[in-house]
């Protein structure tokens, strides 16, 4: 009998003796058929049984087969069902009826056995892929829904739940269970159907059961019947009804942590495919299980915490300083060192392997240093250890090595690891990096004390890796980006200075180097045309076989391939371009890209690199993309390569005038001179400063000594000089200068005469390098420029000392000599702001009548001047500034210059000084003349604008401000004798508050409130 494998087939017709023929030809070829006889008791079937296809008559009484396929195709309850309609009615009317409501195919009667037998085939074969697909599409929405499981929680319990059920669902089992073990040997147990198993079965069912198998062979297992394998163990009733099994292990770092059981009621129910989807299930949750548990444990065993308070440290101080970016010896002894405090290791070894031209690193700590170094050599770990992790299990975790191990020894070479827990070892080895990269191993030896560590040691070891595998990637990461930000500033820099760094051969460097870090290529060559011959002109790698700038032998029809294509892409070494024996890693596809230009191709852009993949097409269009641009920078390298030497010197033009310019004071004329001659490279200069009116030489600067024997009188220099502004001259001159480079022994001078204006301020002088020394026209315009700059800075040191000597002067006027000279030091006078000052206006009394009655000579010479000289005396013993004189009177300000706090003080004992010193003039004219003449003065304080103030023809140094005019108007009511004061004046005064006198407030003109006033009293 056939086995029915092929598939089940619905057969919906409702002439029996047909279905019947049907049944009978479709189960002797492999088919399990079913039998429906109207489309209504179809629709029944198909609610409680999915068949694999459906054999459907178009003419059936009731609902025809056109209406159940259309009613099929629209149940989004029903699955997918491939559906061929069989019809007496060949007509196309029919077909595309069937077609239309769904069908899949169509056969028309009478048919052929052989064809119907096809036709189905076909139709599984669909259906079993779509099945397959939408299977998969299960499986990853199922992956997916358990991997944010996985990742939602630390808390191992809520874990567990949700992971069982979820896995049941995966694999449709009727009941799956998760034990996971920790270090302790305590068990930790979920199952779906929410069952409980106390200590002693779980440790039967590790002992004796599937469990305990799979977690020693560390393999899975599927038992196909389970009333024919002795390793499962029935606990109750549930589990007797049990007919197959799967059980995955669950590995972490070499060491069995769990395993994960499924069963169902039916014999042969899981398959390869079930066994895949739990592995990969298995793998995503053992990493969540260890943090879970890891979590767990912290929060659980306070105790734990206490004794790995010291290790938690040293991980904090050893993360801290393994983000400094250190030197990778630094950091691996740095590392080796914390592990051998935290955990107390004997040994700890920590081996990086080198890469590329990176050479191996090595970080010791513990006893025995040296030797340990010589134990585990480079070749030694790569002989025996990496082979082991690699070949051995596959993997890089975790791993103890028994006593005695030998790689080709098969008696000792078994799994050390025991059902729960690790064997007793010598040696522990934990990767750094992943199984795909190994960076590199910690090698630790046990403590004396310790037989097998604990699987917090281990964990701790983990985190130290990370580190360490952190620190090794951040290291080489750094590296290669400090490279890369090399490059990157070279790029700004040459934005910036375009002239000075963009040379062709930079270009063509920086373009392969930043090709081959941006892409991660192995290797990145540029060849440019040059005669018709293509040269290697700039490469990321020494190319042995072909010599920079040599002739290279590119095939012709690759030529003539990118003349119409963008990259030229081959596998194939004999093909190749260039010749890539350096060695590791092998170069096994070579990308070209023409440089294009007007001329046709100037240039080619070599690719090499040991991955073909990752030459694609996207790839091949960013390379086209930067070969036009590098042609482009090509040709305005080369125009820039023409005009650096000229902009080298105009930039040190430059330099040297804003030396001339920059200061105020005389410039650096020797360091000036030194630059000067290395611009045109020579070995000496000189400046000779000259004074045309009095027709002599001044002085003169030599760099770096002096070098003319002596230099000729001015009238006679000058006339030894044409009318040129630059000229070279040499010792057979006829003149004096030519007299001087006969005794001086010198062959040739260039000289440059400095004018401003048609002024002569001085002379250039600078001897050539060679005697024959060819004076070029950039030369010549050159020192022209340096010529005109250094004259104009001469006269602008002129014109800069005369102001001085016309603002010194202007100053006097105001202030005493020793202030004028501290803000002339200080510099920045006059420029206009807003000040707190005090005012003070002095007016004399009764001088009009004493006008009237005395000549003006008299009145001006011996009564304003004596009174102006002796007033201004006692205004600049207490730093006053005097504004103006003011016909009989004058105007005087504190703190407009130099704000002091004391401006108030000294404002006040200027004025009992001057009535005091006014005094005695008073008693010299009452004897003289017969008058009697008084002084009155006012005072006030406040905000006001201070500075030079005027138009463009004309400026005073004053002030401005309410301050002012209030000062002004207490001076008109102030009586001879009287000093009167504002009260915000008198607010300010503390040693003369007993003196002050406040007066009836008064009404002065242009306020609106009476302002209250004081007065100083006299001294009695």
């Avoid at 014999?267 to 767990?296: D, K, M, P, R, W």
């Avoid at 070599?606 to 694609?616: C, E, M, N, R």
């Avoid at 006078?829 to 008299?858: C, H, K, M, W, Y």
């Avoid at 004025?911 to 008693?923: C, G, S, V, W, Y």
Wanted: charged content about 20%; glycine content about 6%; aromatic content about 6%.
């Amino acid at each position: 009998m056939p086995d029915a494998s092929n598939g089940h087939v619905l057969i919906v017709e409702d002439d029996l003796s047909i279905s019947r023929m049907f049944q009978l030809l479709l189960r002797d070829a492999g088919y399990r058929v079913s039998l429906a006889n109207s489309s209504e008791e179809a629709l029944q079937f198909v609610r409680v049984i999915t068949p694999d296809i459906i054999l459907l008559d178009i003419s059936l009484p009731g609902m025809n087969g056109v209406d159940l396929t259309r009613h099929l195709r629209s149940n989004p309850a029903i699955p997918f069902i491939p559906i061929i309609q069989i019809t007496a009615l060949g007509d196309l009317r029919t077909k595309v009826a069937a077609l239309d409501a769904g069908a899949d195919d169509i056969l028309v009667k009478p048919i052929e056995l052989s064809e119907l037998l096809a036709r189905l085939r076909v139709m599984l074969r669909l259906q079993k892929n779509r099945r397959g697909l939408e299977e998969s599409t299960r499986q990853m929405h199922i992956l997916y829904a358990i991997s944010q499981t996985l990742n939602s929680s630390l808390d191992i319990n809520s874990i567990l739940r949700d992971l069982v059920l979820q896995l049941a669902n995966a694999l449709g089992a009727v009941r799956t269970s998760i034990i996971l073990v920790n270090d302790h040997n305590t068990p930790f147990y979920a199952s779906s159907v929410k069952e409980t198993l106390n200590t002693e079965s779980i440790q039967r069912v590790i002992r004796d059961g599937v469990a305990g198998w799979v977690m020693r062979a560390m393999k899975p297992l599927i038992i196909a019947d389970t009333t024919r394998d002795p390793r499962w163990i029935s606990l109750d009733r549930r589990t007797e009804t049990t007919r197959s099994i799967l059980s995955v292990p669950l590995i972490h770092q070499g060491i069995v942590v769990g395993v994960v059981t499924a069963a169902h009621t039916r014999t042969n129910y899981f398959t390869q495919e079930h066994l895949e989807l739990a592995q990969n299930i298995g793998n995503q949750s053992v990493t969540a299980f260890n943090h879970a548990q890891l979590f767990q444990t912290t929060v659980q065993q306070k105790s734990l915490l206490e004794r790995r308070s010291q290790m938690l440290e040293e991980l904090l101080n050893v993360g801290e300083r393994l983000s400094l970016n250190l030197p990778l010896q630094d950091v691996l002894n740095e590392l080796a060192q914390a592990i051998h405090r935290s955990l107390g290791f004997r040994q700890v070894i920590i081996h990086v392997f080198g890469i590329d031209d990176v050479e191996p690193a090595q970080g010791v700590a513990g006893v025995q240093r040296e030797q340990i170094q010589q134990l585990w050599t480079n070749a030694q770990i790569q002989q025996s250890i990496v082979p082991l992790l690699r070949e051995r299990f596959r993997i890089s975790r975790s791993y103890f090595v028994p006593s005695g191990y030998k790689l080709d020894d098969e008696e000792t070479n078994q799994l050390p690891f025991g059902a729960i827990g690790i064997r007793q070892a010598d040696y522990l080895f934990v990767p750094l990096g992943s199984p795909q990269q190994l960076l590199g191993l910690m090698i630790v030896d046990l403590p004396n004390n310790l037989i097998t560590p604990d699987l917090a040691t281990i964990q701790a070891l983990e985190v130290f890796a990370n580190h360490g595998t952190t620190a090794v990637n951040n290291n080489r990461l750094f590296a290669r980006e400090h490279t890369r930000a090399n490059q990157l500033q070279l790029l700004v820099e040459l934005g910036r200075n375009f002239a000075e760094l963009m040379t062709p051969d930079q270009l063509l460097r920086l373009v392969a180097s930043l090709v081959r870090h941006s892409f991660g290529f192995n290797s990145v060559a540029i060849l440019l045309k040059h005669n018709n011959e293509f040269m290697l002109r700039a490469g990321t790698h020494n190319f042995a076989h072909h010599p920079y700038n040599q002739p290279l032998s590119i095939d012709a029809r690759i030529l003539q391939a990118l003349e119409h294509y963008q990259s030229w892409l081959s596998s194939n070494s004999e093909q190749f371009c260039l010749n890539y024996e350096w060695g590791e890693p092998t170069i096994v596809a070579e990308l070209i890209v023409p440089l294009h230009t007007h001329e046709g191709i100037q240039g080619l852009l070599v690719i090499g690199h040991s991955d073909a993949s990752a030459l694609d097409g996207l790839t091949q269009s960013i390379l086209g993309a930067i070969a036009v641009q590098l042609t482009v920078g090509l040709d305005n390298a080369k125009l820039f390569l023409r005009e650096q030497e000229y902009i080298q010197q105009l930039n040190r033009v430059n330099d040297i005038a804003l030396q001339l310019t920059s200061t105020t004071t005389e410039p650096a004329f020797h360091e000036i001179m030194q630059q000067v001659a290395a611009m045109f490279q020579a070995p000496q200069s000189m400046l000779v400063l000259v004074d045309p009116e009095q027709r002599q030489i001044n002085r003169s600067i030599a760099y770096p000594q002096s070098w003319l024997h002596e230099l000729p009188a001015l009238p006679e220099l000058l006339a030894s000089l044409d009318e040129s502004r630059v000229q070279m001259l040499n010792h057979q001159h006829a003149s004096a200068l030519g007299q001087t480079l006969r005794q001086s022994e010198i062959n040739t001078i260039v000289v440059a005469q400095l004018y401003s204006a048609e002024r002569l301020h001085g002379l250039l002088l600078i001897k050539p390098a060679d005697i024959h020394y060819v004076w070029r026209s950039n030369d010549r315009n050159l020192l022209q420029t340096l010529a005109t700059l250094f004259a104009q800075a001469l006269e602008n040191q002129q014109l800069q000392a005369q102001r001085l000597e016309r603002l010194r002067a202007d100053l006097q006027r105001y202030m005493a000599p020793p202030l004028v000279e501290q803000l002339l030091s200080e510099g920045g006078f006059g420029e206009a702001s807003e000040r707190d000052i005090v005012v003070l206006f002095a007016d004399l009394r009764g001088f009009t009548a004493l006008s009237e009655n005395l000549a003006p000579q008299v009145v001006v010479k011996q009564i304003l001047n004596r009174f102006f000289d002796e007033m201004t005396a006692v205004l600049y013993r207490y730093d006053a500034i005097i504004d103006k004189f003011l016909g009989d009177g004058l105007m005087a300000v504190f703190g407009s210059v130099r704000p002091l706090p004391n401006d108030a003080e000294r404002a006040m004992n200027a004025a009992i000084d001057m009535q005091q010193t006014f005094a005695k003039l008073q008693t010299e004219w009452q004897a003289s003349f017969g008058y009697a003449i008084g002084l009155g003065i006012g005072m006030s304080c406040g905000r006001a604008v201070v500075g030079n103030i005027g138009s463009a023809q004309r400026m005073d140094y004053t002030v401005i401000g309410d301050v002012v005019n209030t000062a002004s108007r207490l001076v008109g009511i102030a009586e001879a004798g009287q000093i009167i004061i504002t009260q915000p004046l008198a607010q300010r005064l503390k040693r003369h508050k007993r003196q002050l006198e406040e007066l009836e407030p008064v009404q002065l003109k242009g306020k609106r409130e009476l302002q209250a006033i004081y007065a100083i009293r006299k001294s009695r």
